[in-house]
Nanobody, 121 residues
């Protein structure tokens, strides 16, 4: 089973930047990927971005397109989320999860513990 650990969260002013990291341990597979989600207080967890390990395929929520960039370092088994032009509404706990494709459909599992991002002003 894949173990995921998020890091890089913190407090930042509106308009600032943060880079989140998600380090994976355990076995991964070529058809797998990793996704970022976030959950603000009182709100449902929402999709942010995803990437596959073996291709350049990426996906983003409309709310973060043009501001966030997801990338990977396969040698380190790590996925990054570069967050620029942060807004107060980006404040949330950010989670990473394994993306698994099987028989033409996909799902997420092996959730990390989350890292807090707080955007002030």
């Amino acid at each position: 089973q894949v173990q995921l650990v998020e890091s890089g969260g913190g407090l930042v002013q509106a308009g600032g930047s943060l880079r989140l990291s998600c380090a994976a341990s355990g076995r991964t597979f070529s058809n797998d990927g990793l996704g970022w989600f976030r959950q603000a207080p009182g709100k449902e967890r929402e999709f942010v971005a995803a990437i596959t390990w073996s291709t350049s395929w990426t996906d983003y929520a409309d709310s973060v397109k043009g501001r966030f960039t997801i990338s990977r370092d396969n040698a380190k088994n790590t996925v990054y989320l570069q967050m620029n032009s942060l807004k107060p509404e980006d404040t949330a706990v950010y989670y990473c999860a394994r993306r698994i494709v099987r028989q033409g459909q996909y799902g997420y599992g092996d959730w990390g513990q989350g890292t807090q991002v707080t955007v002030s002003s």
